[in-house]
């Protein structure tokens, strides 16, 4: 017994059969189409999917946006290329033919982590840098997702009234300092254009300025690591995404949250599942709900 999971986010678009002892295989990536168009997501899909036929009994997604009722809506469109509307759960049981469960991508996250963690801990934040930055709560062990399926979209708490605009409409949101987008936006000079992979890249180099949009970056995961923590009595911080397990990021963030007075601390742990957060946490979310 199969479960197919998906995880769409603003870059890449990736998939796994995961099976009944939670092993993943059969990985495959593409990336995200940067279009307001849905044709093109429908398509991506349609390829993704199709290595899969025959395989699962179930699709179960994990993806960026606000999640409700199956269909997604972009709180940062600019994320997905301007596309702020998709029926994501119709379209994949139109093309699998099998029943579908979506789940927003950090959320997801959050579940899987959580799950590594409960031995230890009950109360969990996921934070995902990545083409934005979202999150995920569990507390008392039961994932929060809220009435608005909201809960969790700690990238547009605000940072810096003096920030730049989000694409959400606020003004100085964490995501328009700290994500992925926000560091290859910041970028001047000889970093003009680049994106966040290759700022790192040159940073690890030595580059003054690369370094200073990652320290930036860092500085508003730690902030809003620590309002978490007043926010929800979190015992812990998982970090993902492809800029929170960057090499040394997670140290940054962690050292600034030192800098804070003792009642913010909070361990900050690297994702046990790390890509693949998203993918398992929706297979576990999945299997969860059906119990
Ligand atoms: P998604 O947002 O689709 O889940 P990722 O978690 O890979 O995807 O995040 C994409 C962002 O991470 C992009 O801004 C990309 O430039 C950046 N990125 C990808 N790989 C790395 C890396 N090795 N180090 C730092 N940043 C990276
Ligand atoms: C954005 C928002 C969240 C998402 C987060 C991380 C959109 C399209 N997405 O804040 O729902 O969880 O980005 O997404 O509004 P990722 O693509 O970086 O994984
Ligand atoms: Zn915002």
Same mark, same amino acid.
């Given at each position: 017994?199969?479960t197919?999971a998906?995880?769409?986010?603003?870059?890449?678009?990736?998939?796994?059969?995961? @099976? %009944?002892?939670?092993?993943? +295989?059969?990985?495959?990536e593409?990336?995200?189409?940067?279009?307001?168009?849905? =044709?093109?997501?429908?398509?991506?899909l349609?390829?993704? +999917?199709g290595?899969?036929?025959?395989?699962?009994?179930?699709?179960?997604?994990a993806?960026?946006?606000?999640?409700?009722?199956?269909?997604?809506?972009?709180?940062?469109?600019?994320?997905?290329?301007?596309?702020?509307?998709?029926?994501?759960?119709?379209?994949?049981?139109k093309? +699998?033919?099998?029943?579908?469960? *979506?789940?927003?991508?950090?959320?997801?996250? $959050?579940?899987?982590?959580? /799950? !590594?963690l409960? #031995?230890?801990?009950?109360?969990?934040?996921?934070?995902? *840098?990545?083409?934005?930055v @979202?999150?995920?709560? *569990?507390?008392?062990g039961?994932?929060?997702?809220?009435?608005?399926?909201?809960?969790?979209?700690?990238?547009?708490? =605000?940072?810096?009234?003096? @920030?730049?605009? /989000?694409?959400?409409?606020?003004?100085? /949101?964490?995501?328009?300092?700290?994500?992925?987008?926000?560091?290859?936006?910041?970028?001047k000079?000889? !970093?003009?254009?680049?994106?966040?992979?290759?700022?790192? $890249?040159?940073?690890?180099?030595?580059?003054?300025?690369?370094?200073q949009?990652?320290?930036?970056?860092? %500085?508003?995961?730690a =902030?809003?690591?620590?309002?978490?923590?007043?926010?929800? #009595? +979190?015992?812990?911080?998982?970090?993902?995404?492809?800029?929170?397990? $960057?090499?040394? &990021?997670?140290? =940054?963030? %962690?050292?600034?949250?030192?800098?804070?007075?003792?009642?913010?601390?909070?361990?900050? &742990?690297? $994702?046990?599942?790390?890509? #693949?957060?998203?993918?398992?946490?929706?297979?576990?979310w999945c299997e969860?709900?059906?119990?």
């Amino acid at each position: 017994m199969y479960t197919l999971a998906i995880d769409l986010g603003g870059t890449k678009l990736s998939a796994a059969l995961i @099976g %009944e002892k939670h092993d993943i +295989t059969q990985r495959r990536e593409l990336p995200t189409p940067a279009s307001a168009s849905p =044709q093109s997501l429908e398509y991506a899909l349609a390829e993704l +999917t199709g290595h899969y036929q025959g395989k699962a009994h179930r699709v179960a997604v994990a993806s960026t946006g606000i999640i409700a009722n199956g269909v997604l809506t972009a709180l940062n469109p600019d994320n997905l290329g301007g596309l702020n509307h998709f029926p994501l759960q119709a379209c994949l049981e139109k093309l +699998t033919g099998l029943p579908c469960l *979506v789940l927003n991508d950090a959320q997801a996250a $959050a579940w899987a982590e959580y /799950c !590594l963690l409960s #031995d230890r801990f009950r109360h969990v934040t996921f934070i995902t *840098v990545s083409t934005g930055v @979202g999150g995920g709560s *569990v507390i008392a062990g039961r994932l929060l997702t809220g009435p608005h399926h909201f809960a969790g979209h700690i990238g547009h708490i =605000q940072a810096d009234p003096h @920030g730049p605009i /989000c694409g959400c409409g606020r003004t100085g /949101c964490v995501e328009a300092i700290a994500s992925g987008r926000a560091i290859a936006a910041g970028a001047k000079h000889d !970093l003009r254009g680049k994106d966040a992979r290759a700022i790192f $890249a040159r940073a690890e180099q030595g580059h003054l300025q690369a370094r200073q949009l990652i320290a930036r970056s860092a %500085e508003a995961i730690a =902030q809003l690591s620590a309002s978490l923590k007043a926010l929800l #009595d +979190t015992e812990c911080i998982v970090l993902g995404g492809s800029i929170g397990l $960057a090499p040394g &990021y997670r140290e =940054q963030v %962690e050292e600034l949250l030192t800098r804070l007075p003792p009642a913010f601390h909070l361990p900050v &742990y690297p $994702a046990r599942y790390r890509h #693949d957060a998203g993918l398992m946490g929706a297979a576990l979310w999945c299997e969860y709900c059906a119990t």
